[in-house]
């Protein structure tokens, strides 16, 4: 079975900062490039970050995180992390984990949520 699991969300004030995590199994990890997606509360789904198989500097950033959130990836421990910091009202959604690859069918985690409020 091919499942991704996230953890690590929660509530935060406005300009905290979380830490979450994505943990893979059942699928080849290391083939596979890892993003995060997000769903807000108006229903949008927004492409939050990328990370390549490769992991290092081989990422992406949606416009409105870069510069506060990073992507990175272990693959020894075959997971994906995102680590939000300065973290605002409008960043409140479900984050999801996400892999693919060229070969297969996407793979998306649960969702976790992620509330940013006074």
């Known amino acids: 079975q091919r499942e991704l699991v996230e953890s690590g969300g929660g509530s935060v004030q406005p300009g905290g900062s979380l830490r979450l995590s994505c943990a893979a199994s059942?699928?080849?990890?290391?083939?596979?490039?890892m993003r995060w997606f997000r769903r807000t509360p108006e229903n949008a789904r927004e492409l939050v970050a990328a990370?390549?198989?490769?992991?290092?500097?081989?990422?992406t950033y949606g416009d409105s995180v870069k510069g506060r959130f990073t992507i990175s990836r272990d693959n020894a421990k075959r997971t994906v992390y995102l680590q939000m910091n300065n973290l605002k009202p409008e960043d409140t959604a479900v984050y999801y984990c996400?892999?693919?690859?060229?070969?297969?069918?996407?793979?998306w985690g649960r969702g976790i949520q992620v509330t940013v409020s006074s």
């Open positions: 996400y892999a693919s690859s060229a070969d297969t069918s996407p793979i």
């Open positions: 990370v390549g198989s490769g992991g290092g500097r081989d990422t």
């Open positions: 059942g699928f080849p990890f290391t083939y596979y490039t």
